[in-house]
């Protein structure tokens, strides 16, 4: 299918759709149909003891396979999460941004799946795993 | 077993262990292994068009079932999220409070599985469903 | 929006459609948006010690939510389930059967989404919950 | 770690442990922290159509998670299952057989996690991917 936008694209239309996190994510790497995404750690997003909230997980794993759902079929603001299943299997390293490595395993005309592991940057072992699901607006 | 915690203690609790969030959740009602919680929507929880942002329902869905197990087994700030599984199922009502409500469904020695309805304030039809897994400390 | 198929016509497209489980299924109750149903647990589902395996408590849940969207919208056969959650939470009791408690949260124009709770026969507490999302045809 | 049981050593416990599935799995390869399993596709798991029915996928997703917990953790009857999270993407071919590939993210003293992606073999696109948790009993 090929790539429908690019790196910069999809940060100007992240910016455009959910302005209250501008700044808090940024690409790392980008293919088709996988993504690699960092989510810049800052105070808002930690708990007592320096690690990061469940929130912010969550919203790591949920703009990746948003990114790369994107980037496949274009800039569509109404794609919308319809289920996400996320496990949280360690502390996250304190200070450390997050990065998240995301594959669709599926693209179909009504509903996308996603997978993302998510690492403290520098780790070896998975802080969590998610996988979502996103519907696709009719094009 | 009855309640370990009242409202009071809990929103204590909580503004200690999660000062980003403070204000952001109220406790409408508490039970033996129920609650009902609000999230008191502010503009940083927000996608465009007024809707209320997954991580947010999701950060709901999360305090809930949290707050719910802390009124049972006592104030344990290491009580941690292992799973969740998140449907959303409708777009929130624009500029309104979410309500969950949430119960316990299990209580075990290790883990403590709840689910939850979330609703736009007044709705009748829910919004998102969760059900999530807790790890109790040893006690 | 009202049924379109009672428990007989249920029981009869069941039997077409899932033969091999031909017998395993009760429909102890259906109204709008919901069901009970019966697994009349035999030796096939059951592991050592005599409890109800997970993929049989599994199967009870999918064949109830899908009852429950077919007596919704007819008989589909078509409808599939693209994602389950499930918990399981307790030991079934050995030698019962297992009713699931089911009940439509969501019935979309593309997904259905329905909650299972699921009990041995006389319990009080579930031994399992689970959610559902069916993707139905287009009509 | 290495691993504590061989792939006959498995096969013995799973027939001793499930003896009503005996004769459906087959372990492709083994490793540390990983597992291919196959469903040797049979009558009893087919829907009509010729596909492999949910219930049976489920299954051969369960028995790869446990297989490889067993293989790291010794031969332990009382892992159970807790959770799964489970999405069917795409219809398995007719009169094949399933091949999952399984791997653990997770194996802590008191909770395993596994993630699993099943293929109609030779297969390159996914028909399905679940993620587990076990719950491991104390040592």
Known sequence: MGLQM???E????????FPQVTGDFAIEDLGEMRIRTRLK????????????????????ADVSVYLAVLAMIGPQGLAVTT???IDFMRKPAAGVDLIAECRLLKLGRVLAVGEVLIFSEGGESP???ASLTYSIPPR
């Open 6 to 8: 690019n790196t910069d």
């Open 127 to 129: 802080v969590a795993r």
């Open 41 to 60: 750690v800052g105070e808002r997003h930690l708990r007592p003891g320096g690690t990061v909230s469940g929130p912010s997980i969550f919203a790591l």
């Open 83 to 85: 289920n996400c299943s």
């Open 10 to 17: 999809l940060m100007v239309f992240l910016d455009r759709e």
